[in-house]
């Protein structure tokens, strides 16, 4: 079938509009996963999607997934998260979601039966922005979500994340019964359209890129052990000070970042005493380190311990690491990935390709079924806030694209 790109790119924007309007304030989007204001989105997600025949279910782990049947019962599932971030953005997950209601629209308006069976999906709980556990709802599909991870863990009003999710009716004892469900769909792709959340595509000025993998995780707590001492009193070329190591390890940090183009984020520094006429004798930072070359990874994590052991020793402190988490690079489907391209080149004249920095519900998708993103540009590279905008005009180009891909693929 022949979508109408033009109109559906306008009538996907809309769309995204309508559910702002529902689900957000002045101070951002607020669809944060376990809430009522999360509930709306997806009653609105089913509404749409059952005005466009599909037939709607969720399945143990709370995602939604909605069914319009094809000619054979091999089947493509579009998707990403409604969910969001504290005063979040509007576009981050909705726009992916969006992107497949608009292909059954498509298919509706259309009165034509679609060649694969098509879902429209909506993760449950990508961000992990109430218990810290993100791509809660796909890694149970997947079937890698440790559920005892989650078990007693609480938000910060002190309810448990078994109270939170029961109220909505999943019961975590049977989240991984959602990876047996999404087993029986006999999906033959997953495909997901996304903001970059960063400022590569316009720095460079693309609109929209095919994306072929996601980086890979080394996380990592560290903690500098030193001496307290008074501020005043205590000469600085004898002091054992754990911050100014740590500091130094931060600096370092971004040099082996460069090194390998690639990043280093230390996001969370915490110092004891904490007291101004105190020289620290402790501080604890995180270390984040992604890129998608399993071999760089290896190498950036090694040379992060060397410096970091170095800058111990230049200060008369230690160092201890613990892991937080380890997530390897996946990259995703070669077929879908030239699929992808060359839906950006028909739309935009250049076959554009990167990797994502960001996890997403793809990357635990990817592990299952054949998979591939595209990203349309974040203007100023900004995301997880309200400032997060993507112009009219190139979410156009991006739904465009992705309509191009979908076809591809639903008629292959």
């Known amino acids: 079938m022949s979508y109408n790109l033009d109109e559906g790119a306008k009538r996907t924007v809309e769309d995204l509009k309508e559910l702002a309007a529902l ?35 969720i399945d143990s782990a709370g995602n939604q997934w909605a069914k319009m ?37 498509q298919y509706h308006k259309n009165g034509v039966k679609p ?21 809660l709802g796909s890694s149970a599909a997947s079937g ?27 019961e975590p ?30 720095n460079t000025g693309k609109d929209v890129s095919c994306v072929y993998g996601a980086a890979g995780v080394e996380r990592y707590s560290i903690e500098f052990t030193g001496q307290s001492s008074h501020a005043g009193s205590f000469p600085t070329r004898m002091r054992q000070d754990a911050f100014l190591a740590a500091a130094q390890s931060a600096l370092a940090f971004k040099e082996i970042a460069l090194k390998y183009n690639a990043v280093c984020t230390v996001g969370q520094v915490r110092v004891e005493p904490d007291v101004v006429t105190i020289v620290p004798g402790k501080c604890v930072i995180s270390l984040d380190q992604r890129t998608i070359d399993p071999a760089d990874l290896k190498k950036m994590h090694e040379g992060a311990r060397q410096v970091a052991e170095q800058s111990a020793k230049d200060h008369g402190v230690t160092a201890k690491w613990d892991k937080i988490c380890t997530v390897a690079p996946q990259l995703f489907d070669d077929h879908l990935i030239e699929l992808c391209k060359t839906a950006v080149e028909e739309q935009t004249g250049e076959p554009t390709n990167m990797y994502s920095g960001p996890l997403h519900d793809a990357v635990e998708m990817a592990t299952q079924v054949p998979t591939v993103m595209m990203f349309v540009m974040s203007e100023g590279g900004l995301s997880h806030c309200k400032e997060e905008h993507t112009p009219d005009d190139k979410l156009e180009i991006g739904v465009q694209a992705f309509l191009r891909l979908v076809d591809k693929v639903v008629s292959q």
């Open 115 to 135: 060649s694969k069976t098509i879902y429209a999906v909506n993760w449950a709980d990508e961000e992990g922005a109430r218990f810290g556990y993100s791509c």
């Open 173 to 202: 004892a049977n989240m991984l019964d959602a990876h047996t469900q999404m087993k029986a769909r006999n999906l033959m792709s997953y495909l997901e359209l996304h903001i970059e959340q960063g400022p590569v595509l316009q």
């Open 69 to 105: 049947e094809g000619e054979t019962e091999e089947a493509v599932a579009i998707g990403s998260h409604l969910d969001c971030v504290p005063n979040g953005g509007g576009l981050d997950g909705a726009l992916g979601v969006v992107a497949g209601l608009e292909v059954l629209k």
């Open 23 to 57: 689900t957000a304030d002045e101070k951002g989007a607020q669809r944060v996963a376990w809430t009522p204001e999360w509930q709306k989105a997806r009653d609105w997600f089913k509404s749409k999607a059952e005005e466009c025949g599909a037939v709607v279910t």
């Open 144 to 170: 890698s979500l440790d559920i005892n991870e989650l078990m007693g863990r609480r938000d910060v009003n002190g309810v448990k994340f078994e109270d939170a999710v029961r109220k909505y009716d999943v």
